[in-house]
């Protein structure tokens, strides 16, 4: 079989330095060429169908300005409608961060603003009893360490969707649609603790509303490795790419 071709769903404006190397992540850590994954820039729509037609599967990205909980995205309601419609139609699909919290939202969970949850740097992940018999995340320990950045947060989860990963700070940090070779993850499997907190520092900003300037420093020191997650996505590949 032919490489497979992966269309990378971005919410990232020109000037977010992020945007390439999310793409260029995403490629790395799936074990494919960058020129198999092509970006689409949601800030102008989601894809056509017929466009999808071209793809082998789809990848969701991080965010850089906007939230699943404040709908702020441009053309957020189409997005999500087009997310549902393609999450049942069987194409392999993987949501990170963003794209974790777009489809739970687009399959009728709830996404909430909350700064107070915060997890900015790389914690302690645990799988549940239905992550430990997942095909793609049960290849993980059973606890794990993962990078985050982020102030939403799911609060429930889509109907008859299990959730398969926890952290202290959020409940729910992983899901699989039944029956659907559709995964997704609030943690950045994409992201090691060096990229991730090279992101942390650009985006310093838009955080800083919520933490004080020890919180800020401490927050520097909160970045390690995580290797048991830099292997998810490759292992993806290999599950729906056989």
């Known amino acids: 079989m032919s490489l497979p071709r992966i269309q990378l769903l971005q919410a990232r404006r020109d000037t977010d330095p992020a945007k390439r190397e999310e793409r260029e992540s995403f490629a790395y850590r799936s074990g494919l060429p960058v020129e198999q994954f092509e970006s689409h820039d949601l800030l102008e729509g989601p894809p056509s169908r017929e466009s999808v037609a071209g793809f082998d599967g789809i990848m969701i990205g991080g965010s850089g300005d906007f939230y699943v909980s404040k709908g702020d995205l441009d053309h957020f309601e189409r997005s999500l409608d087009f997310l549902a419609e393609v999450s049942e139609s069987g194409l392999p699909m993987f949501g990170s961060c963003f794209g974790f919290q777009c489809l739970v939202e687009a399959r009728g969970g709830q996404i909430v603003h909350d700064p107070e949850s915060m997890e900015i740097g790389t914690y302690e992940i645990s799988l549940t009893e239905a992550g430990r018999d997942d ?60 990229t991730n907190r090279e992101r942390y520092l650009f985006y310093l900003s838009g955080y800083s509303d919520h933490m004080t300037a020890e919180e800020r420093e401490a927050a520097l020191g909160n970045f390690r490795a995580s290797p048991d997650t830099l292997g998810v996505l490759s292992s993806f590949v290999s599950l729906v790419y056989p």
Not at 142 to 152: E, N, P, S, V
């Open 135 to 194: 095909p793609l995340f049960g290849q993980l320990p059973d606890t794990f360490w993962a990078q985050l950045g982020r102030k939403d947060r799911a609060a429930r989860l889509p109907d008859g969707v299990p959730n398969l990963a926890s952290s202290a700070r959020c409940g729910m940090q992983a899901l699989r649609v039944p029956g659907k070779p559709v995964w997704a993850s609030q943690f950045h499997p994409e992201l090691d603790g060096e």
